[in-house]
T-cell receptor, first 118, second 113 residues
Framework: GAVVSQHPSRVICKSGTSVKIECRSLDFQATTMFWYRQFPKKSLMLMATSNEGSKATYEQGVEKDKFLINHASLTLSTLTVTSAHPEDSSFYIC??????????????FGPGTRLTVL | GENVEQHPSTLSVQEGDSAVIKCTYSDSASNYFPWYKQELGKRPQLIIDIRSNVGEKKDQRIAVTLNKTAKHFSLHITETQPEDSAVYFCAASTTGTASKLTFGTGTRLQVTL
């Protein structure tokens, strides 16, 4: 149980284009999903908290117009990197929080998306 | 906000030896402390977690201890094996709908033969 998928796993795009990344919880409902960014050999940096049916909460320094988040259902959140530039190249990972009371706060991670902007 | 420090950044042990990774946190309201293992290019995998109502938790070769007074917690791996080689992250959070994980900087563990 608690499987999270992410698509695509890798994407290469030209500078100026937009890229959409999907995060799905496959066997459970997730009212809250999280989007992280990870640079090589670095830790996970929380970008934003995605809440089903409401606006995402962005961390300080993260441009909400640059990184659009939509949480349209209890099993799907999307991150769109708009007008991507080479500095947006990174490993993007989503996670979904388990809602079962006894396991509250556990987060299960997707496999990540490696974005390369040329 | 919460700040989590993790040490050491790299750790090399011989197969069969024990490995200890330590983390400190700043927010006394934090009460959930998971540990994740991440292999290169893969997703972080939860390996063990502890909540503030206990001081120690063990799962086979892995154990975690928590000292709430000192605000630090540690991961202990005994009888290390080459497949334990990976990057390990500690994290801390409160509980509640607005909670979020704050990660440590990671420890690269290398288990040598």
């Amino acid at each position: 149980g608690a499987v999270v998928s992410q698509h695509p796993s890798r994407v290469i795009c030209k500078s100026g284009t937009s890229v959409k990344i999907e995060c799905r919880s496959l066997d459970f409902q997730a009212t809250t999903m999280f989007w992280y960014r990870q640079f090589p050999k670095k830790s996970l940096m929380l970008m934003a908290t995605s809440n089903e049916g409401s606006k995402a909460t962005y961390e300080q320094g993260v441009e909400k117009d640059k990184f659009l988040i939509n949480h349209a259902s209890l099993t799907l959140s999307t991150l769109t990197v708009t007008s991507a530039h080479p500095e947006d190249s990174s490993f993007y990972i989503c996670s979904a929080r388990v809602v079962l009371a006894e396991r509250y706060n556990e987060q299960f991670f997707g496999p990540g998306t490696r974005l390369t902007v040329l | 906000g919460e700040n989590v420090e993790q040490h050491p950044s790299t750790l090399s042990v011989q197969e069969g030896d024990s490995a200890v990774i330590k983390c400190t946190y700043s927010d006394s309201a934090s009460n959930y402390f998971p540990w994740y293992k991440q292999e290169l290019g893969k997703r972080p995998q939860l390996i063990i977690d502890i909540r503030s109502n206990v001081g120690e938790k063990k799962d086979q070769r892995i154990a975690v201890t928590l000292n709430k007074t000192a605000k630090h917690f540690s991961l202990h791996i005994t009888e290390t094996q080459p497949e334990d080689s990976a990057v390990y992250f500690c994290a801390a959070s409160t509980t509640g709908t607005a909670s979020k994980l704050t990660f440590g900087t990671g420890t690269r563990l290398q288990v040598t033969l």
